[in-house]
Nanobody
Framework: QVQLVESGGGLVQAGGSLRLSCVAS????????MGWYRQAPGKQRELVAR???????NYADSVKGRFTISRDHAKSTVFLQMNSLKPEDTAVYYC?????????????WGQGTQVTVSS
């Protein structure tokens, strides 16, 4: 079992910045991908950014050029630097980890951290 602990959410004015962190701990086999998703009220959860074990990165079109995902392999930590925040970025942000053992893949989610951007 893998535990994910997120931090860094909060309230910020439009144009401001926040940095989210997510630390994975517990029985980790081999982390494949780590990423961030978000869910705004009344909307489906959506991918924000994801980084693979090989360093490949995907961003949602809505955050390209503003958000940067990075990963510390040694510390099993993933970061999301969010700049030029907009009110529409307001959501609960969830950390996601894919852990792999042979052909079996395990998916874990963090508890979520609230990001609120005021106009």
């Amino acid at each position: 079992q893998v535990q994910l602990v997120e931090s860094g959410g909060g309230l910020v004015q439009a144009g401001g910045s926040l940095r989210l962190s997510c630390v994975a701990s517990g029985r980790i086999f081999s982390i494949n991908g780590m990423g961030w998703y978000r869910q705004a009220p009344g909307k489906q959860r959506e991918l924000v950014a994801r980084i693979s074990s090989g360093g490949s990165i995907n961003y949602a079109d809505s955050v390209k050029g503003r958000f940067t995902i990075s990963r510390d392999h040694a510390k099993s930590t993933v970061f999301l630097q969010m700049n030029s925040l907009k009110p529409e970025d307001t959501a609960v942000y969830y950390c996601n980890v894919n852990d792999q053992l042979g052909p079996a893949e395990y998916v874990y989610w963090g508890q979520g951290t609230q990001v609120t951007v005021s106009s």
